[in-house]
């Protein structure tokens, strides 16, 4: 099966599928399916970040916890740029905690890597000395993905990813790739992400994003995590850099306009209390994304309107999570 193909369409668990592609051995294969789909699509996004940068504050408790410690919009950004998934699968192998290590790994991996792990202790027990320390064989298969274990993991990983890179890997991969085209455009469409999959089809694509995004204010989630949903949601803002002056003031319109769908939301995750709160916060947030908008009209120094509204959105983001919390 196309691995693309199981991306899944519920927002809430695609962090927890990654996990699973990130401690198997299909990464190169999905990153490849993805990047055929923007190839043809001609929506290659712009140099992939850094996976450090796409971490960011969060690079700590994502090696700790796993990725459900991830803002969804940056979750996002790992299927936008999907070359930093074979960044992160690396981080993770050589500094994961047990959460990595105790996440349940494809039949075949195990197969691999208990192979491997017969060869090494076969190895161990014909000396059973390195200098004079005593060498403890290795217990079962989840030891590859532990640090000391890191190098063979990645041997595992890396031979099929070389050949998912290599071009007969990539022919046959694009024939696998062009069943998945319409699925995968689909929900990549969904997500913001891109336009129209295949010759002739053209989709209508919705570019709306944060709270503007049909259905996300429907989210069934008590007050705090609601509230640290909007927080989120606000934080996709960061997620574009717009380098024209056309382009950033689309932005911050659209960034306008989805305070307007916060306001007429019925929040009903929230108390009166809370709902009350909400639509006078943001009533305060929409004038002062009118003020850049005017702003912009007025200069020609565009970063200076691109750091205010930065500064907008992140005290919006602050807030909401501040208040999230009480």
């Known amino acids: 099966m196309v691995t693309a193909l199981e991306i899944p369409d519920d927002p809430a668990q695609i962090a927890r599928w990654i996990e699973t592609v ?34 960011a504050e969060f690079r700590t408790p ?63 027990a014909d000396k059973d000395l390195i200098g004079d320390q005593p060498v403890r ?30 071009p007969a890997g990539t022919l046959a991969l694009a024939t696998a790739a062009s069943v998945a085209f319409f699925f995968v455009g689909n929900w990549y469409a969904e997500q913001g992400f891109d336009g129209g999959i295949g010759a002739g089809l053209v989709v209508q694509v919705d570019q709306s994003w944060g709270w503007d995004r049909p259905g996300i204010l429907a989210a069934k989630l008590d007050r705090s995590a609601y509230l640290n949903h909007l927080a989120n949601l606000a934080a996709e803002w960061s997620s574009e850099r717009p380098a024209s002056a056309s382009d950033l003031k689309t932005r911050i319109e659209q960034f ?43 200069t020609s120094n565009l970063q200076a309107v691109l750091d205010a509204t930065d500064a907008i959105a992140n005290s919006l983001v602050t807030a909401l999570r501040e208040r999230a919390q009480g």
């Open 22 to 55: 990130l401690v198997g051995p299909d990464v190169g294969r999905l990153v490849r399916e993805i990047e055929i789909t923007q190839e043809v699509t001609g929506r290659s996004p712009k140099p992939t970040p850094a996976i450090d940068k796409v971490l």
């Open 256 to 298: 306008r306009h989805s305070c307007d769908t916060l306001i007429a939301a019925q929040h009903s995750q929230l108390t009166q209390s809370d709902k009350d709160w909400v639509v006078e916060r943001c009533k305060v947030w929409a004038g002062k994304l009118d003020e850049q908008l005017a702003a912009l009209n007025q």
């Open 62 to 124: 994502v090696l700790e916890r796993g990725l459900g410690e991830l803002p969804y919009e940056r979750v996002r950004l790992l299927l936008r740029y999907p070359r930093t998934l074979l960044e992160l699968q690396e981080l993770v192998f050589v500094e994961g905690r047990e959460y990595w290590s105790g996440l349940p790994r494809p039949a075949e991996l195990v197969e691999a890597t208990t192979s491997q792990l017969k060869k090494i202790n076969q190895a161990i």
């Open 137 to 166: 064989p290795i217990a079962s298969e989840r030891a590859v993905a532990l640090p000391e274990n890191a190098g063979k993991a990645r041997e595992l990983s890396s031979t099929k990813r070389h050949w998912m890179f290599s």
